[in-house]
Nanobody, 120 residues
Framework: QVQLVESGGGLVQTGGSLRLSCAASGSSFSIKAMGWYRQAPGKQRELVAAKSSGGTTHYADSVKGRFTISSDNAKNTVNLQMNSLKPEDTAVYYC??????????????WGQGTQVTVSS
């Protein structure tokens, strides 16, 4: 069992920045990928950014050029630097861990979530 603890959410104005952090503990030896999902009210959860232990990254089109994912494999931590935030980025953001197999990310564990609110 993997435990994930997120931090760094909050309220920011349009154009501002936030940095989300997540630390994994427990049975973390099996982690081969870490990522961030988000879910806005009335919408499905979507994968925002992901990074494999080998360094492969994925970004949703809506955040490319604005968000940057970074991770420390030895410490099992992942960060999401979010710049040029927009009101449509408002959501609960969830840290996730899993694997990267056949050029695809697979996530099976999620954190409790942290709220990000971008005011216009």
């Amino acid at each position: 069992q993997v435990q994930l603890v997120e931090s760094g959410g909050g309220l920011v104005q349009t154009g501002g920045s936030l940095r989300l952090s997540c630390a994994a503990s427990g049975s973390s030896f099996s982690i081969k990928a870490m990522g961030w999902y988000r879910q806005a009210p009335g919408k499905q959860r979507e994968l925002v950014a992901a990074k494999s232990s080998g360094g492969t990254t994925h970004y949703a089109d809506s955040v490319k050029g604005r968000f940057t994912i970074s991770s420390d494999n030895a410490k099992n931590t992942v960060n999401l630097q979010m710049n040029s935030l927009k009101p449509e980025d408002t959501a609960v953001y969830y840290c996730a861990v899993g694997s990267y197999i056949n050029y695809d990310f697979h996530f099976g564990s999620w954190g409790q979530g942290t709220q990000v609110t971008v005011s216009s």
